[in-house]
């Protein structure tokens, strides 16, 4: 299956869900990089509290975005496909999940 096109976005909804999107990735890069490290983040620590409060934050921001576009659009989803947003573009595609 290739990707099929849904919708277009507007432009600043884009920008500001990119801005979440690099915030998201940013934070798991960051629990991976100093999970491996105990000594660093303890689940007492104001870094772990940090991490988790900013993490949870930032997942209901996302969750949100996709909510709408799927209560719109989610008659078009299976099992084995998710949206995509091409921030290039500013186009919501359907695509495969890679398995």
């Given amino acids: ?8 976005i507007p432009e600043q909804e884009a920008k500001d869900f990119l801005g ?10 960051l629990a991976l990089l100093i999970a ?3 000594d660093i983040l303890q689940k007492e620590s104001s870094l772990y509290s940090r ?6 934050e930032t997942l209901t921001k996302h969750e949100q975005f996709w909510a709408f ?9 299976s099992e084995n496909t998710q949206f ?3 921030f290039r573009t500013n186009k919501i595609f359907l695509v495969p999940i890679d398995a």
Avoid: S, W
């Fill in 69 to 77: 576009y799927t209560e719109k659009y989610g008659y078009l989803l």
């Fill in 51 to 56: 991490l988790i409060a900013d993490y949870k």
């Fill in 84 to 86: 995509t947003l091409d």
């Fill in 20 to 29: 979440v999107f690099e915030m998201k990735c940013t934070l798991e890069n």
């Fill in 36 to 38: 491996e490290n105990n």
């Fill in 1 to 8: 299956m290739k990707k099929t096109f849904v919708c277009d």
